[in-house]
């Protein structure tokens, strides 16, 4: 029968109704048609002046900012969904509501909306020059160069206090969302504390001031006794399929040590986070067919102290089954592939 | 620049980012193709004895049960994502944790992984006999016989104690998760209070104990008074773009008077919610070529008395927009479609 999962961290609940289950092969996808170098593509080679000037770009000695020869290219987005540019005011009044303050009984006023400006930064981390190459296709030293320049970015935009949260982010594939082909990441700094990124650290945070546990540590010991759900190994990190995993082929990348913080990733624990990062979309390239992804980095806050019981990771998320309104209205997923299936079927890869 | 807008009910934001927009005509559907009746639809006159059994139907008398004639019929899920058939018992062992309790020095066991059985229903409301006619195109007198089944099945399943909430849903179109194209609605009744719908109430609720007001109320008299984001309103119901709207012509309908259980409805407002459904959904059928669409119906759980701050209600998400790797990492949603520009464009239809 269905079986309804506990997430051990949120404590958020799955459905895993597997009867209604399509098999593992059933989800792969169609091929894409390979494109090199795209005329008007504003991420390919020749085009550089079609972006705001890049924030970072790693390149060659000797060549200029905003031309061709990078090997990895940052810059602001077009559109920004969050910017440092307050251009124009926010009109929408803020209307407050009165009421008796039962303690003081004292007349009182709360706002019933409120807003503010979406302050931070937008950013977009373009791979490498090549068009139709993405992380999964890279040698490991290129993708070891994204892993730099997010890194570095982070390092960057924690100076500035107004910044809470940085949360970078891979849409591949139209279905997932993403507008431009060409392989990039999204760096969003935000004025607050992302409610997913908010409960992940305070639920984490009761269970270590409740067992003196970290709840990441024991999730990692965990699955490395029952190794079921493990997808691939590397000297820092575990690649896995999560208990109570929301959608088919939902893959966590962890790092075994408390580390809460990503930006301060040693260069060693980089090599290998690149190497099993390329493996793991790899495995679900080959496995699925590339088929179209989100994923993710969660780090913590850059005002808090989270390193005793907070691992920054990944979730991966393949786009292969829609929300629908029983998601939505619940907040309850159901997923049609079992974890333990899906990390059996990606181990083949 | 974009406005991070608050949601007043459960403080969850929103970025509106209208430069990202399209204009609300870019939004507009393909025309699908009508069919009127299919042979091999599960929900079509004849085809009866392709679903379980029906748990409820309004036919006429002489009508024998799971034969044709029916104006509204209500079946079992054929692969139900709850269900009170415990068939087959979950092998997944739940691993405790050992801890040292801080207060008592004693030795203690917490589930790292926990999980229970899906017990509850999950069944399915034909909308009518005609395969192509969604709730916006049947008639008032046909959607009222649909609100009718909703009611009953609620008063119904209510009288199970391990069943603590019901959600009702609708999934219109391919994109928005529909499998079957035959207009039909899903209702689930669960062992937990979902998150979504427990994190509604203890907002509501504290808003409450805080200022002896209902937030639903208040939005409703501050919705009334602004204007410009109500889309139609009648007798007992308003039809509106609520404040922080999460996704492209969103669209709320909640009770103007407190009522937190929706199967407590009288006669008189089931007719005009009726009306209200279908003018509402016809604008937006109108207004944006049928698009594809979730719909939620939230209550009160059943063993909880909420009636004093808390509203049932219904709130409509068309699925005109992707929720990509930001929205999906941090719970933030972005929206490219202000709310009062959505109003303005539906009121006209």
Chains 1, 2 share one sequence.
Not at 72 to 85: H, I, L, S, W, Y
């Amino acid at each position: 029968m269905p079986e309804l999962r506990r997430e051990p961290i949120t404590g958020r609940w799955v459905v895993i109704a597997t009867k209604r289950a399509k098999r593992p092969e059933s989800f792969t996808q169609k091929q894409r048609k390979p494109v090199k170098l795209m005329a008007n593509c504003p991420f390919c080679y020749g085009n550089e002046g079609m972006t705001p000037s890049e924030v970072l770009a790693f390149r060659p000695k000797g060549t200029k900012p905003n031309s061709s020869g990078w090997k990895v290219r940052v810059v602001p987005n077009k559109f920004p969904a969050f910017t440092m540019k307050s251009e124009s005011e926010i009109k929408t009044p803020i209307v407050p509501t009165e009421f008796e303050d039962k303690q003081t009984g004292r007349q009182k006023e709360l706002e019933i909306y409120s807003h503010r400006p979406a302050l931070g930064v937008h950013e977009v981390i373009v791979s490498s020059p090549d068009h139709v190459k993405s992380l999964a296709l890279l040698t490991e030293q290129e993708v070891e160069l994204v892993i730099e320049a997010y890194c570095s970015r982070l390092l960057d935009i924690k100076k500035d206090s107004r910044i809470k949260q940085v949360l970078i982010i891979v849409n591949h594939g139209e279905e997932a969302g993403t507008s431009i082909e060409h392989p990039h990441s999204q760096l969003f700094g935000m004025p607050i504390i992302p409610p997913v990124v908010a409960e992940e650290i305070s639920c984490a945070d009761r269970y270590f001031r409740k067992t003196g546990q970290c709840v990441f540590c024991n999730i990692l010991a965990e699955e490395l006794k029952m190794a079921e759900r493990i997808i691939t190994e590397s000297e820092y990190f575990l690649s896995f399929s999560p208990y109570a995993s929301r959608q088919p082929f939902e893959t966590w990348i962890v790092p075994k040590k408390h580390l809460a913080n990503f930006e301060l990733i040693s260069l060693a624990e980089k090599k290998d986070f690149a190497s099993i990062l390329k493996s793991t979309l790899g495995k679900i390239y080959k496995g699925l067919d590339d088929p179209p992804y989100n994923f993710y980095l969660h780090t913590s806050p850059f005002q808090m102290d989270a390193k005793k019981f907070y691992h920054w990771h990944i979730e991966i998320l393949p786009k292969l089954s829609i929300q629908a309104g029983f998601e939505m209205g619940s907040g309850i997923m159901i997923n049609v592939v079992s974890p333990e299936e899906a990390a059996k079927f990606l181990r083949n890869f």
